[in-house]
């Protein structure tokens, strides 16, 4: 079973920028793809990024598109989301997960493993 831990959340401020983490341990990582979900409070989980076991192909929400970047490094098993022209309404708990398939998707059921999240706010 794949342990997934995100990192790098925090405070920062309207249009600046952050990088979250998501190291896995334990199991397999390489032919996995990797999923970031955020979860605002009284909101449903919404998709914000995936990217391909190999980093050949991402795929962005729509609200994020332009702002975020993900990328992946096999060889640390670690997945980070470069965060960039933060707004408020980017703040929430950000989650990270892997799916057994080499592609990702947007949808939350069908992934298999799932980090406890890292809260991101965003002050205006």
């Known amino acids: 079973q794949v342990q997934l831990v995100e990192s790098g959340g925090g405070l920062v401020q309207t249009g600046g920028s952050l990088r979250l983490s998501c190291a896995a341990s334990?199991?397999?990582?390489?032919?996995?793809?990797t999923g970031w979900f955020r979860q605002a409070p009284g909101k449903e989980r919404e998709f914000v990024a995936t990217?391909?076991?190999?980093?050949?192909?991402?795929y962005y929400g729509d609200s994020v598109k332009g702002r975020f970047t993900c990328t992946r490094d096999n060889a640390k098993k670690t997945v980070y989301l470069q965060m960039n022209s933060l707004k408020p309404e980017d703040t929430a708990v950000y989650y990270c997960?892997?799916?057994?398939?080499?592609?990702?998707?947007?949808?939350?059921?069908?992934?298999?493993?799932w980090g406890q999240g890292t809260q991101v706010t965003v002050s205006s």
């Open positions: 997960a892997l799916i057994n398939s080499p592609y990702g998707s947007t949808r939350p059921g069908e992934y298999d493993n």
């Open positions: 334990g199991g397999s990582f390489s032919y996995t793809s």
């Open positions: 990217i391909s076991w190999n980093g050949g192909m991402t």
